[in-house]
């Protein structure tokens, strides 16, 4: 167990439809890194936030958005949901933000579009 | 953009022998490498990590080598076991990154009894 949680576990909908998928860091962690996992293929990275405030942006839909709450947890939203969005989204924490940081991945929230 | 190629996508291999997957990263200014384990279903496990300032390190079976200058670094694991099948992936970060990560496409390694 990393101490780091994500909730749920499982989410199946319909194309058009939105989601929030919701992760708790690490005690003490101060950022929160969200990856995406589709099917075969590696983790891309997607957005990062650190205490509060959004740090780096990687390939991120618009349809996509994120925030990092006062007590630290983070909500990746997604929205207009396609069949393509379908895959395994990591949430990740590190202690702060400088290079080598080791970052601790949580159990993922497996996303089905329909 | 960063870029981080990794080889093979698959590696089957007999229990006992060793197992090597190799990365090329593009950004010069990566400083960071590290190596993550995935079972399946299961979240990425850091196994082991490399700074740009070292060549190689070690850790029990599983060693990492760096070439700074031909923008490689692979894993090593020796005396392989079956518990070592998972998808291995590599991953580069560099300084004022603020530490994404940036991964590679995966291997796949199978260890037969």
């Known amino acids: 167990d990393s101490g780091v949680t994500q909730t749920p576990k499982h989410l199946i909908t319909a194309t058009g439809q939105r989601v929030t998928l919701r992760c708790s860091p690490r005690?003490?962690?101060?950022?929160v890194y969200w990856y995406q996992q589709s099917l075969d293929q590696g983790l891309q990275f997607l957005i990062q936030?650190?205490?509060?405030?959004?740090?780096a942006k990687g390939n991120i839909l618009e349809r996509f958005s994120a925030q990092q709450f006062p007590d630290l947890h983070s909500e990746l939203n997604l929205s207009s949901l396609e069949l393509g969005d379908s895959a395994l989204y990591f949430c990740?924490?590190?202690?702060?933000?400088?290079?080598?940081?080791?970052?601790?991945f949580g159990p993922g929230t497996r996303l089905t579009v329909t | 953009g960063e870029n981080v190629e990794q080889h093979p996508s698959t590696l089957s291999v007999q229990e006992g022998d060793s197992a090597v997957i190799k990365c090329t990263y593009s950004d010069s200014a990566s400083n960071y490498f590290p190596w993550y384990k995935q079972e399946l279903g299961k979240r990425p496990q850091l196994i082991i990590d490399i700074r740009s300032n070292v060549g190689e390190k070690k850790d029990q079976r599983i060693a990492v080598t760096l070439n700074k200058t031909a923008k490689h670094f692979s894993l090593h694991i020796t005396e392989t076991q079956p518990e070592d099948s998972a998808v291995y992936f590599c991953?580069?970060?560099?300084?004022?990154?603020?530490?994404?990560?940036?991964f590679g496409a995966g291997t796949r390694l199978a260890v037969h009894p």
């Open positions: 005690s003490g962690d101060l950022s």
């Open positions: 991953a580069s970060s560099y300084s004022g990154g603020y530490n994404k990560l940036i």
């Open positions: 936030y650190y205490n509060g405030e959004e740090r």
């Open positions: 990740a924490s590190s202690e702060t933000t400088g290079t080598g940081v080791e970052q601790y």
